[in-house]
């Protein structure tokens, strides 16, 4: 049997973890076998790729560099974790994938769409997720729900939450495009609306991919 592999996508503060943690509760309590991740991290070898892209380095990573990195740790998450649970029947729900890869460093950076897609495909070896949903958030309110976690916690920022208002409203552009582009794949959601409301919106939407669970 063949698992579900679900992604979430969307800019920082759309509520993609609370999303995924709330909807791993309900597949478990049903007696499904979930695996959370995210992207990039996922395996040990994984989160030392993603603590190379996010920390702020002394030594500037260049954009080149930067995508080939994300391919690199998707791969390895792919292969060395994914796909194992995937044959398995077991269903996968994953913060950020190769549509990520597109909308930052394809829109936002400005690097070839032609070559991201041909990255892609190599690093996801045609195992595409079966469902994503994207939680569509604006700008201002991304930056808003930004400022008041920092407010909050004073946690440090990564290297991309630095980014210029600019550089997000071009990685907006890129997700709608892809929803738009991927209709069949990609289900957009206002992430807006309240945690419960959001919760139920993708219930509703998972329930109908579900696979039946063996006896």
Partial sequence: MTGLFITFEGLDKAGKTTQIARLAQRLERLGYTVTATREP???????????????????????????????????????????????????????????????????????????????????????????????????EESFKRLGKVLDTTQAEVDRFEIESRNFYEKVRKGFLELAAGNPERIVTLDATHSVEELDEQIWKIVQKRLPRLES
Avoid at 57 to 67: G, H, K, N
Wanted: charge should be negative; proline fraction near 2%; aromatic fraction near 10%.
């Fill in 41 to 139: 991290g996922g395996t040990a070898l994984c989160e030392e790729i993603r603590q190379l892209l996010m920390k702020k380095q002394s030594e500037r990573l260049v954009d080149e560099a930067e995508l080939l990195l994300f391919s690199a740790s998707r791969a390895q998450l792919l292969r060395g974790r994914l796909w194992p649970e995937l044959d398995a029947g077991h269903i996968v729900l994953c913060d950020r994938f190769a549509d990520s890869t597109t909308a930052y460093q394809g829109y936002a950076r400005g690097m070839d769409l032609e070559f991201i897609r041909q990255l892609n495909a190599y690093a996801v070896g045609n195992r595409w997720p079966d469902l994503t949903i994207f939680l569509d958030l604006t700008v």
